[in-house]
């Protein structure tokens, strides 16, 4: 994610008396008033009046700089969603879930390289050492449960924790621990267990008495019936449907406000809850067996935008999305609590958190330039920029403007904003060509706050799709249901002599003829494959990129 505009300014020095108070008052009121109405002009279009809302509030230097509410806490009834609104926090909940086990570990109750089969002696762990570490970082290559085929039909239906280990536990490892991340619901979910043995208590419990009771977070809690959020809404602005909160349990289960998330935020800050070694070391960026950086440290998402150091993460669980982010230099913090998913809401709510942020902080991202460049211009960088010997990055000139598509990833339009510079669509997002002494476009780095990679230019020609003419007839074979993973039912239907595919709850695929039974989504570079199974049946393939699922029809 990511932007940085350039101004010039000529900087001379100065001496001036100091303002009077009565001088400097007026000043510093309109330069707040200004902030919050950039604040609210940024975040009011997305949540209507009429429909689910949005709770948000900023810090700066531990003073609260905007807070307020926007949407509907229940739309059928037109309650108002105001800013001390409880909703569910979804995967921030993993940051607390973090902090208790490294408050265990100052506490020497257990260390951050013990085995996880010190407190989980009959987790199987196919014959790899996976520590307490490599859970906290998703690096422990246990497969997240929440993926799994199945769980969709569980999800409702409460379980004990021991219950929920045995949903994924003798699943095999997907890498060697520690040699890659993935983020991983199933190692915060062990995490919980491991403080409920670390600890003596239920993890519920432990997270009231040790930081929430403490801490004055008198909002914050486990869902149960004490702490219950507000209606929760799906991308189609209708109830969510239900799930046991049983199964996000120490990976997603909390509910908070976006006031008791300020505390939270400044205890840290203040040295509260943890040693200042071991919350340097969760606020820092682990690294992998190899050396190279991970994006993760321990319960939070690390990163650097524009020069800004940041300690970020979100939730999505139904009904809910949550984002926070954290300028640790600056003493920025920014949290938003919307009761939608993030299928309904039409920006990334990390878009709004971060660019907020940067805005408080005085580093405002860049906005897209008003003046596109020439079509030579836009020639100049389109080509084929290889990741390894299998993806690529494509840019394409087309429709007046620029593209880019990774392997297996949606098309995304591109939007300058400075010299060879541009912004990949809503995102945070930028990518910089770069150029020979000749002027000749030969890389391109991409920036997504996270990591920063620089692909050179394979090619500067981009492959075209050849397309078939397929009879009406032979359509006809492929049209019915495919369910090709939980929640992820493909419906094929013919609109005279073009094939459709409709992931249902989603907008339908246009695709493209390649061969008699081979069909193509160019904009998502998602690919279909129809043949026949056993007794006839038709069955369906979709890949995209390293993802291949198959089925056969209904």
Known sequence: MRRYAVNVVTVVSLVLAPLSPTLAAPAAQAEEQALAARIDALIAPYFPATGPGVAVIVTKDGKTVFRKGYGRADVASGTALRADAPARIGSMTKQFTAVAILMLADEGKLALSDDITRFLPDYPTHGAKITIEHLLTHTSGIPSYTDKRGFRDVMRTDVTVAQGIAFFKDDALEFVPGSRFRYDNSGYFLLGAIIEKASGLPYARFLDERIFKPLGMTHTGYEDARFQPVTGYDGRAQPAGPISMTWPYAAGALVSTVDDLARWQAALADGKLLRPDTLRRAWSAHTLNDGT???????????????????????????????????????????????????????????????????????????????????????????????????????????????????????????????????????????????????????????????????????????????????????????????????????????????????????????????????????HDVRLHFDKRAAGTMGMTLEQGPHKLSAPRQ
């Open 293 to 523: 950086p991970n994006p993760y440290g321990y319960g939070w998402f690390v990163g650097r935008l524009h020069g800004v150091d940041e300690v970020f993460h979100g939730g999505n669980i139904p009904g809910f999305t949550s984002d926070a982010v954290w300028l640790p230099k600056e003493h920025v913090y920014v949290a938003m609590l919307a009761n939608r998913d993030a299928d309904g809401i039409h920006v990334p709510l990390a878009k709004l958190t971060h660019g907020i942020a940067m805005d408080v902080a005085g580093k405002p991202l860049p906005v897209p330039s008003a003046t596109a460049p020439d079509a030579a211009t836009l020639d100049g960088y389109v080509g084929v920029y290889p990741i390894d010997d299998k993806r690529a990055h494509t840019v394409r000139h087309e429709n007046g403007g620029l593209t880019i598509q990774g392997t297996g990833m949606p098309r995304a339009q591109l939007r300058g904003y400075r010299k060879d510079g541009v912004l990949i669509g809503d995102s945070l997002i930028t990518v910089q060509f770069h150029r020979d002494t000749k002027g000749v476009v030969t890389d391109l780095t991409i920036d997504d706050e996270l990591n920063r990679t620089t692909h050179h230019r394979g090619s500067t020609t981009v492959p075209e799709l050849r397309a078939v003419q397929v009879a009406p007839a032979v359509l006809d074979r492929y049209l019915g249901r495919y369910p090709l993973a939980p929640g992820l039912v493909i419906e094929v239907t013919r609109e005279g002599g073009t094939l459709r595919a409709t992931p249902v709850g989603q907008p339908a695929m246009k695709l493209t003829a390649l061969a008699q039974d081979t069909f193509v989504d160019a904009e």
